[in-house]
């Protein structure tokens, strides 16, 4: 019998290493039970001592349960908003519980509900200076992903809590132990806190395959990017990595900008005014963890607006029966135009994949419009101007009819005209007309009116032989 005794003593007190397989731990170490509390205590809670284990799955993650003699409620547990944690774990890397320096500390959330057994972020900390006190005597140990849990949503009988090892630079050989703070309201004379056990628990993890420390990572961009314009589309930047692995870019606003990575150096295509943020960072790898996330944002101002002109090629020598001909009208911004007739007995545009073209329906002052929108960069543009169209001369059956004008888009020697109204051209058959009314000698001694235009302006002109004023831009407006 006390050979049975001494046997299961071992099995309770010290370290385990079972073979690894899915979920299994591979060390597991539990303290004695101990349920004694200091005289004139008021315990919340009874604390029985602590299991220890580390998963195969989790090699470098070490787990302590503090286990409750009753069950605890989820979400009353730790929700009493002293400045003082009720409880916490104390991994003690250099000494006795008692010295000022060298542990590590989990504490349980003050204002965090528990979620059962789904894992919340603990306090953990690393007291590397007792001659400061607390807290400037702590360093943060967020970076390791210190966990706490409980088993089951509303009820447990025990709390969880784990952290990464290699981060927080805990050894082979540690010791272990859970400190409650049992009545946080009574005086402070009154002995109010615990230790379980009270001998902190020894832990010989020497033996426990680790994995290798996890190497961190920086990247940083090399420099800021100031306010830019959407007339130079693109802008780039470097970035240094602390590790040289591959570099991952996004947007945090893809309407305004889109970056790519080109090795270290980030590419930016401006796509809309704003303010363009991006982002750089490095996965991890089985060596380094992720690296931080760098991010920078920067101003995109729009387009100066511009005005654009509408040119078009003028139209000669129009008659009733011509073929459907191209006006040739763009403007200067390259932009798609819609075109209207004012004067659909005359003239009419109906080709649906190109607007300038028109068809020719009969005689007199063919009279169009045509606007452009504008875009982010041009203003929007609207003209109008016209040409003449003459009658169709009559054939007789015998005659051959003179040939057509053959209508080609203007090169450089004969420029494109920009859009405005333009006179009726005059042909041999009007020539001939005006011969036959009269001789020159009769009209001098007539009065005459007629009407003399230049762009959209127009004015009158009266005697007896009236002219425009061409040397500054009149034209004879019949």
């Known amino acids: 019998m006390k050979k049975i005794a001494v046997l299961i003593c071992a099995l309770l007190v010290g370290p385990q290493v079972s073979p690894a397989n899915a979920e299994a731990p591979i060390f597991t170490a539990n303290s004695i039970e101990d349920r004694k509390q200091p005289a004139g205590m008021s315990y919340r809670y009874a604390m029985k001592g602590i299991s220890t284990y580390i998963l195969d799955t989790k090699p470098g993650e070490l787990v302590v349960k503090v286990n409750f003699a009753g069950a605890i409620n989820s979400t009353s547990f730790m929700q009493y908003g002293s400045s003082l944690p009720m409880m916490r774990v104390k991994i003690l890397t250099t000494g006795g519980q008692k010295d000022d320096t060298g542990f590590i500390w989990l504490d349980a ?6 979620q059962g057994k789904t894992p919340i972020q603990a306090v953990g900390t690393y007291y590397s200076d007792g001659k400061s006190g607390v807290p400037q005597g702590r360093q943060s140990l967020t970076k390791c992903a210190p966990k706490t849990w409980m088993d089951g949503t509303d009820s447990s009988d025990w709390v969880a809590f784990s952290i990464d ?20 309201y009574s005086p402070a004379t009154y002995a109010d806190s615990k230790y379980s056990p009270e001998a902190p628990l020894y832990l010989d993890l020497r033996q426990v395959p680790r994995p290798p420390k996890m190497k961190e990572q920086v990247v940083a961009f090399t420099s800021t990017i ?3 314009r959407m007339e130079n589309p693109q802008v780039s930047v470097n970035i240094n990595s602390t590790s040289g692995f591959p570099l991952i870019a996004s947007s945090l606003s893809p309407t305004v900008c889109t970056p790519v990575m080109n090795s270290f150096s980030m590419q930016i295509q401006l796509n809309a005014p704003g303010t363009c943020t991006v982002e750089v960072y490095s996965n991890g790898t089985s060596t380094h963890n992720p690296s931080n996330r760098a991010r920078m944002s920067f101003y995109v101002a729009p387009y100066v607006m511009q005005n654009q002109e ?7 020598d129009v008659m009733v029966g011509d073929e459907d001909f191209d006006l040739f009208i763009y403007t200067s911004a390259k932009l798609p135009v819609t075109v209207f007739s004012q004067s659909p007995e005359v003239c009419q545009f109906r080709d649906s994949t190109n607007p300038s073209m028109v068809t020719i329906v009969g005689p007199g002052y063919c009279q169009l419009t045509v606007n452009q929108v504008g875009n982010d960069r041009y203003y929007s543009r ?9 009658k169709a001369p009559v054939v007789k059956p015998s005659s051959t009819p003179s040939p057509r004008p053959t209508r080609v888009k203007s090169t450089a020697a004969a420029a494109p005209k920009v859009f405005s109204a333009t006179k009726k051209t005059e042909t041999q058959q009007d020539i001939n007309t005006k011969k036959n009314t009269g001789s020159v000698s009769n009209k001098a001694k007539t009065q005459s009116t ?3 235009y230049k762009a959209f302006q127009t004015k009158k002109v009266t005697g007896t032989s009236p002219k425009c004023d061409t040397k500054n831009g009149w034209k004879l407006k019949k």
Request: charged share 15%.
């Open 165 to 184: 090892m290699n981060c927080a630079d805990i050894p082979t050989t540690i010791s272990v132990t859970a400190f409650l703070d049992s009545d946080i």
């Open 382 to 390: 609207s003209a109008t101007a016209s040409f003449f169209v003459e």
């Open 109 to 114: 959330p003050r204002d965090t509900p528990y």
């Open 450 to 452: 007629i009407t003399c």
């Open 226 to 228: 100031p306010q830019q």
């Open 310 to 316: 509408i040119y078009w090629d003028e139209p000669y």
